[in-house]
């Protein structure tokens, strides 16, 4: 089947590193995304790996990817205020279908 | 380059009703998906449109439709609302050759 499944609350303080996990069920996706949603506004991309890959990093953004449990991770750096949203992690599938996580809303303390 | 827009970006209806939301998308994206967002279920797929054809659909009662036209906009009609309608409803574009989409600000629908 078709799940994604991610924690739905994180807190963290401003200038600790945040670590927001994700599994998949579905093997056969060929990237696996971030995004981030702020209130009241759509999705953004924040970051993406190809599923062959392990890892890729973004400046403050690691993603870190072990296919074989099939789980998915961003790593923020540093975390600030303005980093607090909500983030979705997504599955690419063939056939141009993307499955989403329910997200996991990160608060950060000042 | 303009971002994806969607219209309206509220809606009330009431039960029994029906409703059409219009998205148009990057200027050069062929692709457009739609999700449902509402806070119990998080983001549903509902169908992906590419070239004016439907090219996969998601879990969704067929009172759910849409359709693109040859400019790559594209619409999403819900007839006979159920309260249970009610949520956001994002829009993406994507060139179609990769999953990489670029959302809307969604229109939130308002079923009562």
């Known amino acids: 089947g078709e799940d994604v499944e991610q924690s739905l609350f994180l807190s963290v303080r401003e200038g600790d590193s945040s670590v927001i996990n994700c599994t998949y069920t579905?093997?056969?996706?060929?990237?696996l995304y971030w995004y981030k949603q702020e209130p009241g506004a759509g999705l953004q991309l924040l970051t993406y790996?190809?599923?062959?890959?392990d890892m890729k990093q973004d400046q403050r953004l690691t993603v870190l990817l072990n296919k074989k449990d099939k789980h998915l991770s961003l790593r923020i750096a540093d975390t600030q205020t303005g980093d607090s949203a909500i983030y979705f992690c997504?599955?690419?599938?063939?056939?141009?279908?993307?499955?989403f996580g329910a997200g996991t809303r990160l608060f950060v303390k000042a | 380059k303009a971002g994806v827009t969607q219209t309206p970006r509220y809606l009330i209806k009431t039960r029994g009703q029906q409703v059409t939301l219009s998205c148009s998308p990057i200027?050069?994206?062929?692709?457009v998906s739609w999700y449902q967002q509402t806070p119990g279920q998080g983001l549903q797929f509902l169908f992906e449109?590419?070239?004016?054809?439907?090219?996969n659909k998601g879990n969704f009662p067929g009172r759910f439709s849409g359709r693109q036209f040859s400019n790559s906009r594209s619409e999403m009609n819900v007839s006979t609302l159920e309260l249970g309608d009610s949520a956001l409803y994002l829009c993406?574009?994507?060139?179609?050759?990769?999953?990489?989409?670029?959302f809307g600000p969604g229109t939130r629908l308002t079923v009562l």
């Open positions: 993406a574009s994507s060139l179609g050759d990769s999953n990489e989409q670029f």
């Open positions: 579905d093997s056969s996706s060929t990237y």
């Open positions: 790996i190809f599923s062959n890959m």
């Open positions: 997504a599955e690419g599938l063939g056939g141009f279908k993307t499955i």
């Open positions: 200027s050069g994206h062929r692709s």
């Open positions: 449109y590419f070239s004016e054809t439907q090219r």
